[in-house]
């Protein structure tokens, strides 16, 4: 595609509900990355997916976040049982990989989901 | 752990001032250093990056960062804003044995015209 596109691009929940975002990164892009944008705090990195390798998970805040990535392309990241302070904007990246040769290849973001928790 | 910090939150230039924004970043090994600017209801994009070699780097609209390895600073620089550099920048750090980017909490820049 032409770019990262995430769905959907604003959601209100109730707290204890669960929500599932989606993200579509540019074809032929093997590294996909979630992050988490909260007001004042920056881009917080949450989890990394480089094709069929395991996904690195150290940056989920606790175990009601869980994301998946079906056939290397899309990925779905879950939260469980919101809670208000999972108030944020949830950023997708994808990039051509992850590295090589020690460089850190461009990511491309979306446009995120805005998410808000009453 | 790594760590960036951006110590400018929120930058106001009238047009034509010049614009230094301070980034920082914890980490003794090798680095590949980004900034990104995410303006106005659009997404977050590449401004310019530094892996190796001239520690001086060019990015686009005229913006240029310097990497100084001794401060473990890569401020971003430009001589003369524009109203339309109004955004948020972000400095981000990877270091060379990691796949993923830590990334600063951003600065505001308004530029008034």
């Known amino acids: 595609g032409a770019g990262v596109s995430q769905s959907p691009s604003n959601k209100v929940t109730e707290k204890g509900k669960d929500v599932e975002l989606r993200c579509d990164p540019i074809s032929g892009h093997t590294a996909l990355y979630w992050y988490r944008q909260s007001l004042g705090q920056g881009l917080e990195f949450l989890i990394y997916?480089?094709?069929?390798?395991?996904?690195?998970k150290s940056g989920l805040p606790s175990d009601r976040f869980s994301a998946e990535r079906t056939g290397g392309s899309v990925s779905t990241l879950t939260i469980q049982r919101t809670q208000q302070e999972d108030s944020a904007v949830y950023l997708c990246?994808?990039?051509?990989?992850?590295?090589?040769?020690?460089?850190?290849?461009?990511?491309?973001f979306g446009p995120g989901t805005r998410l808000l928790v009453l | 752990a790594q760590s960036v910090s951006q110590h400018n939150h929120h930058v106001i230039l009238s047009e034509a001032a010049s614009l230094e924004l301070g980034c920082n970043y914890s980490?003794?090994?090798?680095?590949?250093l980004f900034w990104y600017v995410q303006y106005p209801g659009q997404h977050l994009q590449l401004l310019l990056k530094y892996f190796s070699g001239d520690p001086l780097v060019k990015g686009i609209k005229g913006f240029e960062a310097e990497f100084i390895k001794s401060k473990f600073s890569f401020n971003l620089r430009k001589p003369s804003v524009q109203w339309s550099d109004t955004a948020e920048y972000f400095c981000a750090v990877n270091a060379r044995n990691t796949d993923k980017l830590i990334f600063g909490t951003g600065t505001r820049l308004q530029v008034f015209p």
């Open positions: 990246a994808s990039s051509i990989v992850a590295a090589r040769g020690g460089k850190q290849e461009t990511q491309y």
């Open positions: 997916f480089q094709g069929n390798s395991a996904p690195d």
């Open positions: 980490y003794g090994g090798t680095v590949n």
